[in-house]
């Protein structure tokens, strides 16, 4: 059974910096998408950045050159480093593992997410 659970949120001010980790279990994060995505209070979830099997990456446009998506594959461990937060980065932050095979079979696992305040 796959398991991912996040930690690292908490609250802190504006400009401050804060590091996501979402550790799995059940199977490697090396063979996934991972993703971490976002909720704010009424707001649909949306993504923020992902890293791929390969090692290659993508961001949100709100986000590109403030976060860092990485990946420890021996922790089995994902990490999102949050520089420069601004208020508008608050919202609870979910860590999403994602895996699409060719045969069509996919493996989809969210973790149950992290609160980030960001607020003075």
């Known amino acids: 059974q796959v398991q991912l659970v996040e930690s690292g949120g908490g609250l802190v001010q504006p400009g401050g910096s804060l590091r996501l980790s979402c550790v799995a279990s059940?199977?490697?994060?090396?063979?996934?998408?991972m993703g971490w995505y976002r909720q704010a209070p009424g707001q649909q979830r949306e993504l923020v950045a992902r890293?791929?099997?390969?090692?290659?990456?993508n961001y949100a446009d709100s986000v590109k050159g403030r976060f860092t998506i990485s990946r420890d594959n021996a922790k089995n461990t994902v990490y999102l480093q949050m520089n420069s937060l601004k208020p508008e980065d608050t919202a609870v932050y979910y860590c999403?593992?994602?895996?699409?095979?060719?045969?069509?079979?996919?493996?989809?696992?969210w973790g149950q997410g992290t609160q980030v305040t960001v607020s003075s």
């Open positions: 890293i791929f099997s390969g090692g290659s990456t």
């Open positions: 059940g199977t490697i994060v090396s063979i996934y998408t």
């Open positions: 999403n593992a994602d895996r699409r095979r060719l045969g069509g079979m996919t493996y989809n696992y």
